[in-house]
T-cell receptor, first 113, second 114 residues
Framework: SQQGEEDPQALSIQEGENATMNCSYKTSINNLQWYRQNSGRGLVHLILIRSNEREKHSGRLRVTLDTSKKSSSLLITASRAADTASYFCATDAVDTGRRALTFGSGTRLQVQP | ETGVTQSPTHLIKTRGQQVTLRCSSQSGHNTVSWYQQALGQGPQFIFQYYREEENGRGNFPPRFSGLQFPNYSSELNVNALELDDSALYLC?????????????FGSGTRLTVV
């Protein structure tokens, strides 16, 4: 089963607008990561936020993490048509040994030019 | 360019057959993980290899098996293919001991079982 669940499942916005995607998870984590995927191809790592961090920025990306609510959000500011993709959150759970990521089901973002 | 190379990019197999997928990890990475991504879903963890040993496994049957070689490249083998095995198979490499634990994914192998 999926650890993380993204919300919304699909999002359509106009170029220049901001896009916000949310992710909820179930277990304690070491960190939470966001990935981007174009048209069913490979995943591209966007940003990682550790469990002791509350907010992180990278360029037009802003990620927040609320461990008390087991939730995270990804904000893409000033969106561009090239941002059209699926976005996944993935948790690196507190678990002995393995470094398995548990992914949500993703948000499909469509940015209209 | 991700540094992780997967082959082949596409593959069509018949139900009951066996398949081997290959992955060359990014230079300096000693850990390889395999994921299965069904259409419209997020990737699901299959297993991970670290220094040629299996280092964790997801909820997949034994007919999914793997190998990691001394150069840290890896293979995913699937026996007795079923229609539900049709998916994108992703390989990710990482380096243990370096925090944060970043993963570099390949572009995947699209497997279709008919």
């Amino acid at each position: 089963s999926q650890q993380g669940e993204e919300d919304p499942q699909a999002l359509s916005i106009q170029e220049g607008e901001n896009a916000t995607m949310n992710c909820s998870y179930k277990t304690s984590i070491n960190n939470l990561q966001w990935y981007r995927q174009n048209s069913g191809r490979g995943l591209v790592h966007l940003i990682l936020i550790r469990s002791n961090e509350r907010e992180k920025h990278s360029g037009r990306l802003r990620v927040t993490l609320d461990t008390s609510k087991k939730s995270s959000s990804l904000l893409i500011t000033a969106s561009r048509a090239a941002d059209t993709a699926s976005y996944f959150c993935a948790t690196d759970a507190v678990d002995t040994g393995r470094r398995a990521l548990t992914f949500g089901s993703g948000t499909r973002l469509q940015v209209q030019p | 360019e991700t540094g992780v190379t997967q082959s082949p990019t596409h593959l069509i197999k018949t139900r009951g057959q066996q398949v081997t997928l290959r992955c060359s990890s990014q230079s300096g990475h000693n850990t390889v993980s395999w994921y299965q991504q069904a259409l419209g879903q997020g990737p699901q963890f299959i297993f991970q290899y670290y220094r040629e040993e299996e280092n964790g496994r997801g909820n997949f049957p034994p007919r999914f098996s793997g190998l990691q070689f001394p150069n840290y490249s890896s293979e995913l083998n699937v026996n007795a293919l079923e229609l539900d095995d049709s998916a994108l198979y992703l390989c990710a490499s990482s380096s243990e001991g370096i925090a944060p634990y970043g993963y570099t994914f390949g572009s995947g192998t699209r497997l279709t079982v008919v």
